[in-house]
């Protein structure tokens, strides 16, 4: 049984990819880290002896801090910062029973470097309509939950990347784009190692809807309409990626959780 400040993997991997997931610290020693380089969807390191430093910018956040088995260097680093009124559990059995578990885990080579504010930061281009709504949602929700996104002119999408040392994506001739028939969102999937049946399925409607093959899944015609929507109701990019991002959450749940829900009318059929 897990203690009171202990989240159990099964708990945690249900809160991950939701708005409601907590921050997620890995303060595992480097020789731990480097056996197996790779993270907790969303979570970044930091040392276990310099956890105070983090408190002022974690206040009200629910945070899990985590170490390869869930000893020490966890529940000391926690011990620290629930002291300072914060709200922490740590990962019952660490970063190894999650590994166990089969899990998805990001690896760290693959990550963009972070701004000295610790964001990644991606640029693309303005009036974003689906695969450059799914991918940030997809990178705040299993990557980076703090990303920065740039909208700027297609043409200087390149130019803005090597002058503010972000990553571009959904351009052509970048490494995050389009693969044949595949789109960006799918690219990041591969890439990122996050795929899960949910995730799966939210990608073939992206693509669906992100490359006109509303063949692929029933949901991609609905998507589409939503998201042309949401490009005429909102002029300012970033708040169509706040809107698109409760709009992405919606389908993750529903690609998750309620697949085999259905909705008809009469609510209650009659009976004679």
């Known amino acids: 049984m897990s203690s009171p400040t202990e989240i159990t993997v099964s708990q945690l991997s249900r809160l991950v990819g939701t708005p409601g997931a907590p921050v997620l610290i890995d303060v595992s020693v480097d020789e731990a880290f480097d056996e197996d380089p790779r993270f907790i969807p969303t979570a970044f390191r930091h040392p276990h002896d310099d956890i105070l430093a983090l408190a002022s910018q974690l206040r009200g956040r629910r945070i899990v801090i985590y170490c390869k088995k869930g000893l020490k260097l966890s529940q000391g680093a926690a011990a620290i910062l629930r002291d300072q009124g914060l709200q922490v559990e740590t990962l019952e059995g660490g970063i190894v029973r999650w590994r166990e578990a089969g899990l998805p885990l990001v690896p760290q080579e693959i990550l963009p470097a972070r701004n000295p504010q610790g964001r990644t930061v991606w640029v ?27 909208y700027v002119a297609p043409s200087e999408v390149l130019d803005v ?18 693969r ?44 589409l309409a939503a998201s042309l929507g949401l490009s005429r109701m909102l002029r300012d990019d970033l708040a169509q990626l706040d809107a698109g991002m409760d709009l992405y959450d919606a389908f993750y749940r529903w690609a998750r959780d309620a697949t085999d829900e259905g909705h008809d009318w009469p609510a209650t059929a009659s009976r004679s």
């Open 161 to 178: 990347a090597d002058r503010f040392n972000a990553t571009p994506f959904d351009v052509e001739n970048v490494f995050w784009s389009h």
């Open 124 to 150: 693309t281009r303005q009036r974003p309509k689906i695969d450059r709504i799914a991918c940030p949602w997809l990178i705040r929700r299993f990557v980076d939950s703090n990303a920065l996104f740039l």
């Open 180 to 223: 044949g028939e595949f789109c960006t969102f799918d690219t990041m999937i591969e890439e990122f190692k996050l795929s899960t049946p949910a995730l799966d399925r939210l990608a073939l409607i992206v693509r669906g809807a992100d490359t006109n093959r509303h063949d692929l899944a029933p949901q991609a015609a609905g998507l």
